[in-house]
């Protein structure tokens, strides 16, 4: 069998997603557009320490987002962490500490928080899917379904809940679909095309029933995603997988949730992909306070 799903030695590491001072850069000019009216009403000497608080249990992620927030604001405010991104979170818990002016601090919030309570939204319910296959060889993986101009950073996260990304984007892995096939002409055609067009990327083709199982198997592809199967047919599938010469790596897709997450899992599949990890994300609840506030003098 082909060794485990190892999709992009980019996106796999746990560095951060070289594009993350352009989405900082993007949302500030959406939110600052030509300056900050409310903010100037502060006074420019006022300075003043504030803290971040998480009211809900959660996995936290985006701590660079933040930072880099401010960085671009304002490169003297100091931000101080209280836990690092994948920690888990209780409730009332204080993540940081800022100190710096008053401006910067008022103008960054919200795009500062932005960042950070989407980022740990994703990465709490992918640690909610992860500990939900705890105990079986099973992966959890992200899908392209992200929010637009974000990609990397919710990869970022996933990875932070403990889930494993799949393909970056279109460049980076064969992934034959229904229409794909279609045009191509059959299964064993599109995965021929690839291999011709594409050497050395791995190829995945979905299937929608056990007969294309074998015609995926038998063209000699990487990975087959079973797509939107029935529990007793993702078992024939595990079944007919191992029984063949060249078994593959199994993938399960579609109708997936935290209910039936772990009966998919124990058939033997390598892999589920959950969409909703990164479409359907809820924001952790964050807030930052301001809680002491100083005027400093100008000099004379």
Partial sequence: M???????????SSRLPPDLAEQVARA?????????????LIPAQTRAHAHVLCR???????????????RQLDPLVAVRWHFPDGAPLAADSILCELEGSARSLLTGERTALNFLQLLSGTASVTQRYVAAVAGTS??????RKTVPGLRSAQKYA?????????????YD???????HIAAAGSIAAAVASARRDAPGVRVEVEVETLDQLRQGLDAHADIVLLDNFALKDVRAAVALNRSHARPLLLECSGGVDLATLRAIAETGVHYISVGSLTKHVTAIDLSMRIDTVARQEPPQ
């Fill in 138 to 143: 099973c992966r959890i993986l992200d899908t």
């Fill in 173 to 179: 892995m064969v992934l034959i679909k229904e229409n």
């Fill in 56 to 70: 809900q249990s959660a996995v936290l992620c985006g701590t660079a987002w933040f930072d880099e927030t401010f």
């Fill in 28 to 40: 500030l000019r959406e939110d600052l557009g030509p300056g900050d009216i409310t903010a100037g």
């Fill in 2 to 12: 082909h060794g485990r799903l190892e999709p992009s030695t980019a996106i796999l």
């Fill in 158 to 170: 996933v990875r932070c809940g403990g889930g494993t990304n799949h393909r970056l984007g279109l």
